[in-house]
């Protein structure tokens, strides 16, 4: 009896041992050959695990027959087929997808493996050959990248500093909150220069939410937030240059390096930037400031293990810029010229990220950041020198199972200002304080239909509890239609400091009082997909979206008296609603996108009346042709329709027109030449940019292009 219990339980055992197999993979990318990390594996359409930092991945199977999908950011997802499984590697070659951008699989700013195009929450990608093209085209900074989608518009807030801000679906630039990998870095205080100071050749990508993101990365996202994402060293050494030159006298350099050996890697960015100030339409007053920047942004990277990257990175940001009346900039300053405004400010930021890959696919992520920031503001009448320090920390687990994707979460983020004047400036101290914890569960209900879920709870020192819901749903109806909807709530807690459509003077900025509440937002979309791919050549992608925001507290700034500027509540809401329609047509070496966005948005508690500055009807179009692989030429172009002014009369619309050619100079160099307003459209030929006199101006907030016509020419050497 008992060598018949041992039999059976030998029987046993080797029935088991035929039935799990070990599936040894490595993935690598089919051109360069380096291994790609974080890639999804999944066996009959199950996860069953993520490659390590070598591109790796072990799995169980059971005999049979199995389908294998490998899938990864910006990449064609591979599946194969397995009969058998053997003691070799099988190596896996991934192409890059060059398909739309809507395709492109996302991390950051979902914080799961999500399909762009079967993702609830929608997420727009300016990806790998976006960002390149911008490198070429506006090397300095990615303000014009960033204009260029639909629904996003560039606001300068002041002709004299050239400061912006981004605003998205209508809601002025306070509520888009700007992160790097995923971490906040500009705001209140030190959200001045922030997309001027950002060169696209130190981002792999940049992720663009429309509507509440508060659920996923905290207050401060009511209209949206833009993601950065940093360039991370592959195998293969990297270096890259460029050098641009402007009609407009300004000049860029920058230079990318990396690397990654078997256990370390490392990223090196250095950027320098010189501007001169120009009087471009004759007023006495510099239309573009006079200015200096640096950029420096080293980042290292450990790979203690297949299954753990361990990065920390240092940035700093260090820019002077001047501007004002011309006489005075020109050292010739007498009893009628006097104006001029300097600004100077240096960042210095440390940063560190831990990602450690399990075997089941789960991922955890622990992350953080601390930055200081310095400026000092002075003018004719003003001196004013802060600080402020920012932190935040994350950690997070992603955890995939078989049909649902979960996501976990807690971080701290806060910041205090300090004013080191102790002139007439009457905000001194400003201290933020924000504890948080966030969840998210995706499950596909069917191959077809996903249905997400989100709920973040954050406390306010200050402000107490915010209870955060979010709610996605994405449908493919056919091959071709697809369906997504979603609601959010958001907040935004009251920051005097946040930088406003139209510069206020800082020093008579009041504090903040104590009744004043959090501002709170209900966001809702509906959109609807078009997809057709006639053969690789041939396609068409069409988007058609609505929106609507509504805003309960809107806080503003308004002048309590001649020297006071406090920071109030309106009784009624501000509500912005609307529809995006986004078209991509790619016929061979064509390619044409187009967009168009209606965007109505009111102020409730002023009767109705549109928010000003933002435009009713905008349109912009690419096209783009490759002549064979030399040539490359762009026409861009957008129609801005019609404003509302502060005083509540309209300003006339106008186009936008752009022109680039780039042509490829044997295997490594880029030369780019690149027209911006083509037809020289600018604000002061339909108004003066400033009333009162030369020795004591007031600007005007601006609605239209100062600078005119620039040119510019790169040269970019590749390797």
């Avoid at 001194?428 to 879920?453: C, D, I, P, S, W």
């Avoid at 206020?504 to 997809?531: F, H, Q, T």
């Avoid at 309209?650 to 027209?675: D, E, R």
């Avoid at 005119?708 to 590749?718: A, D, L, Y």
């Amino acid at each position: 009896m008992k060598n018949i219990f041992m039999l059976c339980w030998v029987l046993l055992f080797s029935a088991a041992a035929h039935a799990q197999q070990t599936l040894r993979l490595r993935v690598i990318d089919a051109a360069k050959k380096d291994a790609l990390p974080g890639a999804t594996v999944k066996v009959d359409s199950a996860v069953a695990g993520i490659t390590d930092t070598l591109g790796s991945a072990t799995i169980n199977v059971s005999d049979g027959k199995h389908t294998i999908e490998i899938s990864t950011l910006g990449y064609v997802t591979q599946n194969i087929i397995i009969q058998q499984v053997n003691n070799n590697i099988r190596t896996v070659q991934m192409e890059i997808d060059n398909a739309s951008l809507e395709e492109v699989t996302l991390i950051a700013s979902t914080r799961n493996n999500q399909a762009i195009e079967s993702s609830p929450l929608k997420v727009e990608v300016l990806g790998k050959e976006e960002v390149g093209e911008e490198v070429g085209i506006r090397p300095g900074n990615i303000a014009s990248i960033l204009g260029d989608v639909s629904g996003v518009q560039i606001q300068q807030s002041s002709a004299v500093s050239g400061n912006a801000n981004v605003k998205i679906q209508g809601l002025p630039g306070r509520y888009t909150q700007i992160l790097r990998d995923g971490m906040p870095l500009y705001d209140g205080f030190s959200g001045g220069f922030g997309i001027l100071t950002i060169p696209p050749l130190d981002l792999k990508q940049i992720e663009l939410i429309k509507g509440s993101a508060s659920t996923l990365f905290g207050g401060g996202a009511i209209a949206g937030l833009i993601n950065l994402t940093s360039r991370r060293p592959t195998t293969t050494q990297e270096a890259d240059i460029v050098a641009n030159y402007t009609s407009l006298n300004e000049l860029n350099l920058n230079a990318y390096v990396a690397k990654r050996y078997k256990r370390v890697g490392y990223t090196l960015f250095a950027g320098y930037s010189r501007q001169e100030a120009k009087d471009v339409d004759g007023e006495g007053f510099s239309d573009v400031p006079q200015a200096k920047s640096l950029l420096l942004h080293p980042k290292l990277f450990f790979y203690p293990s297949d299954k753990t990257i361990i990065s920390i990175g240092y940035s700093g940001t260090f820019d002077k810029r001047l501007g004002g009346d011309m006489v005075v900039l020109a050292g010739q300053p007498d009893t009628l010229h006097q104006y001029e405004e300097h600004n100077t400010s240096g960042r210095h930021s440390g940063e560190y990220s831990i990602d450690h890959f399990y075997k089941s696919g789960a991922r955890l992520t622990i992350k953080g950041l601390f930055s200081y920031f310095r400026k000092i503001s002075s003018g004719s009448e003003h001196n004013i020198e802060g600080w402020q320090q920012s932190y935040y920390s994350e950690a997070a687990l992603f955890k995939p199972y078989k049909h649902s994707e979960l996501v976990l979460g807690t971080n701290i983020v806060g910041d205090q200002y300090r004013t080191l004047t102790t002139d007439s400036t009457l905000i001194h101290k400003f201290v933020n304080f924000t504890a948080g914890a966030f969840g998210q569960y995706t499950m596909h209900l069917t191959k077809n239909t996903t249905l997400e879920g989100g709920l973040r709870i954050d406390n306010h020192a200050k402000y107490g509890l915010f209870i955060l819901p979010r709610a996605a749903f994405f449908q493919h109806i056919n091959e071709h239609f697809g369906l997504r909807a979603g609601f959010g709530i958001g907040y935004k807690t009251p920051n005097p400091l946040a930088q406003q459509d139209i510069e206020y003077e800082p020093r008579y900025i009041a504090p903040v009082g104590d009744n004043i509440k959090a501002e709170i937002s209900y966001g809702y979309n509906l959109e609807g997909n078009y997809k057709h791919d006639w053969d690789k050549d041939h396609s068409l992608f069409i988007n058609h979206a609505f929106f609507l925001t509504q805003i309960n507290n809107p806080t503003y700034l308004v002048y309590k008296a001649v020297d006071t500027i406090s920071l109030i509540n309106r009784n009624q809401p501000v509500l912005t609603m609307g529809f995006d329609t986004y078209v991509k047509l790619v016929l061979k070496k064509w390619e044409l996108y187009g967009g168009y966005t209606f965007t109505n948005a009111v102020n409730k508690w002023q009767s109705n009346a549109p928010v000003p500055l933002t435009p009713r009807n905008r349109l912009a179009f690419v096209l783009v042709k490759e002549i064979e692989e030399d040539w490359r030429l762009g026409l861009e172009g957008s129609y801005t329709g019609s404003q509302y002014r502060y005083t509540g009369d309209k300003t006339p619309g106008y186009m936008f027109i752009a022109l680039i050619a780039q042509y490829k100079l044997g295997m490594h160099v880029y030369i780019v030449a690149n027209c911006e307003n083509l037809l020289d459209y600018r604000m002061s030929k339909v108004e003066a940019l400033y009333s009162g006199s030369i020795s004591n101006p007031t600007f005007k907030p601006l609605w239209a292009p100062i600078d005119g016509r620039v040119v510019n020419v790169s040269v970019r050497w590749k390797l």
